[in-house]
C-alpha cells in the first residue's frame, strides 16, 4: 500500500522518505527513458549505488554529471589516468576505483555496441507485470534482469548484476513498480 504524504499525494512509501525522494519518485522515477546519454547516465549512477543508499547518489548527481562530462559516452571513453586520478579525488562523487573505472569500461562498451543502447536495454522490458501492492512485492531481480545483466557482461560491461539491472529497469520505466494506491500507477 502506499503511504501518503505531508502533502497529501499518495506515494510509495520510499517516496514519501525525504523531499529529495519525493520530487525523484514524482517526476523521475519510472518515467519511460529512451536517449542513449540519459540511459548511461542511470546505468552508470545504479552502478555507483550499489552497497549505498540511492539518496546518496541522487543528492551527488550534479556533482557526477559535471565530473563524467554529462554522461556523454564519448566523451568518457576517452577518459584516461589522469582522469581517473581527477575522479579520486573529487569529494563531490563517489570515489570507488573499482566503479569509476566500470563507468570508463561502460562507456567504451556502449561505443563497441551494433546497436543504440536504448534499443538494446529496452529489448529485456517484460511486455506486462502485475502491479504490486506493497512494496515488499517489488522484487530484486527478474529473469528478465538477469538476462540484461548476463548480455551486458558478455559485451564488456562491469557493475551490471541483476539487481542493478533492474534497478535501472525500475528507474527508466521498463516496469511500473508503482504500488497500487500510488499517483503514479498506471491503470
Known amino acids: 500500500m502506499s503511504l501518503v504524504g505531508a502533502d497529501g499525494i499518495s506515494r510509495c512509501s520510499w517516496g514519501n522518505s525525504s523531499p529529495d525522494y519525493a520530487e525523484y519518485h514524482d517526476k523521475e522515477w519510472g518515467y519511460p527513458l529512451r536517449g542513449e546519454q ?5 546505468l552508470s549512477l545504479e552502478a555507483f549505488q550499489s552497497g549505498l543508499s540511492w539518496i546518496v547518489i541522487l543528492r551527488k548527481r550534479p556533482a557526477f554529471r559535471a565530473a563524467f562530462s554529462s554522461f556523454d559516452p564519448a566523451a568518457v571513453a576517452a577518459f584516461d589516468d589522469d582522469d581517473i586520478s581527477r575522479l579520486l579525488a573529487d569529494t563531490g562523487i563517489v570515489r570507488n576505483r573499482a566503479k569509476i573505472e566500470a563507468t570508463i569500461r561502460n562507456a567504451r562498451a556502449v561505443a563497441d555496441l551494433d546497436q543504440p543502447l536504448g534499443e538494446l536495454l529496452w529489448s529485456f522490458a517484460p511486455s506486462s507485470s502485475p502491479r504490486p501492492a506493497t512494496m515488499d512485492d517489488v522484487p530484486a531481480i527478474t529473469p528478465e534482469s538477469r538476462a540484461m545483466a548476463k548480455t551486458l557482461k558478455k559485451l564488456g560491461f562491469a557493475f551490471v548484476g541483476p539487481t542493478t539491472c533492474y534497478a535501472l529497469m525500475q528507474a527508466t520505466g521498463m516496469v ?11 491503470a
Open 38 to 42: 540519459a540511459l548511461f547516465e542511470r
Open 176 to 186: 511500473d513498480d508503482h504500488v497500487a494506491g500510488c499517483f503514479r500507477a498506471s
